[in-house]
């Protein structure tokens, strides 16, 4: 047993045929190709956004990942000149909007962000019980925005998940950082301090992020995956007589995680990655490259 990477293909057609035409023979081939993968890896489809993929790209590739089973992953309203040039462009829609006018919304949709939402969009999401991935580190590192409609878009239907977004914008990708952030900035711009409860948020954190990617994990149950992070609790952060929640969340930070299990296989044990130090060295030579 081991770790089964989800490999997505991002449809980038900047409204150009002739790329158009190019990725959709990439898309198909890779596609192909993993026929032999079997349970090896997970391929998904990821629709960047709809200001950089044309309506044809949109749509072909939304029949294509429901024809093979396939998440769909999209930007939504990430910020709000996107929602401004979106309305120009297509006769005052929404993205959330315009991408329901097109039929590809639905439970299959992994759509990143969310956050510049009208009660229509709300609606619409949770009515297509869409996958809304919050990643508030991400947006508030670039001012994106920070009002995430927790509370709306659970009501509404939708499943709701955390994220950590890329290393360029959420530079850790330390999802119990994450997690800590995106309960204060809902209480805050709320005004609630009992907003985003601990329980709610260890499940938008595990179990609705494996059920948005279609994965049997995120809980400790019989026959499902083994994904384990264990927890060393000897040391000053769980002093408090608090619950574990609390201090995991609150107090605790990512160093306290002593080890990892993916699909049943310790991939770090007491701290320690196989080939770690290697890694580290052919990645600083690629950085070196890059800049």
């Given at each position: 047993?081991?770790?089964?990477?989800?490999?997505?293909?991002?449809?980038?057609?900047?409204?150009?045929?002739?790329?158009?035409?190019?990725?959709?023979?990439?898309?198909?081939?890779?596609?192909?190709?993993?026929?032999?993968?079997?349970?090896?890896?997970?391929?998904?489809?990821?629709?960047?956004?709809?200001?950089?993929?044309?309506?044809?790209?949109?749509?072909?590739?939304?029949?294509?990942?429901?024809?093979?089973?396939?998440?769909?992953?999209?930007?939504?309203?990430?910020?709000?000149?996107?929602?401004?040039?979106?309305?120009?462009?297509?006769?005052?829609?929404?993205?959330t909007e315009y991408l329901d006018s097109?039929?590809?919304?639905?439970?299959?949709?992994?759509?990143?962000h969310t956050i510049w939402l009208s009660?229509?969009?709300?609606?619409?999401?949770?009515?297509?019980?869409?996958?809304?991935?919050?990643?508030?580190?991400?947006?508030?590192?670039?001012?994106?925005?920070?009002?995430?409609?927790?509370?709306?878009?659970?009501?509404?239907?939708?499943?709701?998940?955390?994220?950590?977004?890329?290393?360029?914008?959420?530079?850790?990708?330390?999802?119990?950082?994450?997690?800590?952030?995106?309960?204060?900035?809902?209480?805050?711009?709320?005004?609630?301090?009992?907003?985003?409860?601990?329980?709610?948020?260890?499940?938008?954190?595990?179990?609705?992020?494996?059920?948005?990617?279609?994965?049997?994990?995120?809980?400790?149950?019989?026959?499902?995956?083994?994904?384990?992070?264990?927890?060393?609790?000897?040391?000053?952060?769980?002093?408090?007589?608090?619950?574990f929640l609390a201090n995991l969340v609150?107090?605790?930070?990512?160093?306290?995680?002593?080890?990892?299990?993916?699909?049943?296989?310790?991939?770090?044990?007491?701290?320690?990655?196989?080939?770690?130090?290697?890694?580290?060295?052919?990645?600083?030579?690629?950085?070196?490259?890059?800049?």
């Open positions: 047993m081991g770790i089964r990477p989800y490999i997505s293909f991002v449809i980038l057609d900047q409204f150009d045929k002739a790329i158009a035409e190019k990725q959709k023979r990439k898309c198909i081939e890779l596609y192909e190709r993993s026929q032999d993968w079997g349970e090896a890896a997970h391929l998904a489809m990821s629709v960047h956004a709809v200001y950089t993929v044309s309506e044809e790209m949109i749509r072909w590739a939304s029949q294509f990942a429901v024809e093979h089973g396939m998440k769909l992953h999209i930007h939504i309203s990430e910020t709000e000149q996107e929602n401004i040039n979106c309305k120009k462009a297509h006769g005052g829609l929404s993205p097109l039929g590809v919304l639905g439970p299959h949709v992994i759509a990143a009660d229509h969009d709300v609606e619409i999401l949770g009515g297509h019980r869409v996958n809304c991935v919050h990643n508030i580190n991400s947006n508030a590192k670039l001012a994106s925005g920070y009002r995430f409609r927790y509370e709306d878009l659970k009501a509404a239907g939708a499943n709701i998940c955390l994220g950590t977004d890329g290393a360029s914008s959420s530079n850790n990708l330390d999802m119990l950082e994450t997690m800590k952030t995106s309960a204060l900035f809902q209480k805050a711009w709320e005004n609630d301090p009992s907003a985003m409860p601990l329980q709610e948020l260890m499940d938008a954190a595990t179990v609705n992020g494996a059920r948005a990617l279609g994965l049997d994990t995120g809980v400790i149950r019989e026959g499902a995956v083994a994904d384990l992070s264990i927890v060393d609790i000897d040391n000053s952060y769980f002093l408090s007589p608090g619950s609150y107090a605790a930070h990512s160093d306290t995680i002593s080890s990892v299990v993916a699909n049943g296989r310790f991939v770090m044990r007491d701290r320690v990655i196989p080939g770690e130090a290697e890694i580290l060295t052919e990645a600083r030579k690629v950085l070196k490259q890059i800049h």
